[in-house]
């Protein structure tokens, strides 16, 4: 089923697949389903689509307090990965447990735990060049490039990490030691006014998590 984007601004159009329906149908009251699917296809309309090389987009959503924010971005992300975006990465909070917060309810509400959905993902948390997410991370993406690896064998790799220096230069240091050449990514950042800005810029200078 294709949804043709609603404005001039998009780029392309997202297909609804079964990542997004299951995601509807499973957490979304029904009288809101129609505005949460046609949000998201606006959203990741405006992105770069998945199948080009190059090129990369920036936005900021916008929306009141206890807008369903959360439910928002997870319509996104599930309507990625029915697009075969092979990263997202989810920059959720600057708290410990906001961040615990944030990856419990997205394995939750996309269906991470067991089954057919669950077996379209791999979720990584805190990913750190010490441990082996770079391996895991590379082995996913090596199957999206194997002509011959069935659709079902390939995973979208779903990354949530703290919004701390330490731990995005952990995350930074993971991919690039992985080949990302030509890889189709949705990067979030959750809460996009907290640590984000340069808070420095008045001296001159950049502030850790910014930079």
Request: overall charge negative; hydrophobic content about 30%.
């Amino acid at each position: 089923m294709k949804d043709q984007p609603n404005n001039n601004y998009a780029n392309w159009a997202p297909e609804i697949g079964s990542q997004t329906i299951h995601f509807l149908d499973n957490n979304v009251p029904e009288e809101a389903r129609e505005q949460i699917k046609n949000s998201a296809i606006s959203v990741l309309s405006k992105s770069i689509p998945p199948n080009i090389d190059k090129g990369s987009e920036t936005g900021l959503i916008v929306g009141y307090v206890q807008s369903g924010k959360t439910m928002s971005f997870e319509a996104v992300t599930a309507l990625a990965r029915d697009n075969n975006y092979q990263l997202i990465i989810v920059i959720a909070g600057t708290t410990t447990s906001l961040l615990q917060q944030s990856t419990t309810r997205l394995k939750k509400d996309l269906g991470l735990g067991e089954g057919a959905t669950a077996r379209r993902w791999l979720c990584i948390k805190n990913p750190d060049s010490t441990d082996d997410s770079s391996g895991a991370i590379r082995d996913t993406l090596d199957e999206w490039r194997d002509p011959n690896a069935p659709d079902e064998f390939k995973k979208s790799i779903l990354i949530t990490v703290l919004k701390h220096h330490s731990r995005l230069d952990n995350l930074a240091k993971t991919l690039s030691s992985v080949d990302l050449e030509n890889t189709s990514s949705l990067i979030i950042d959750d809460e996009a006014d907290q640590a984000s800005l340069n808070n420095d810029v008045s001296q001159g200078e950049e502030s850790s998590t910014y930079n």
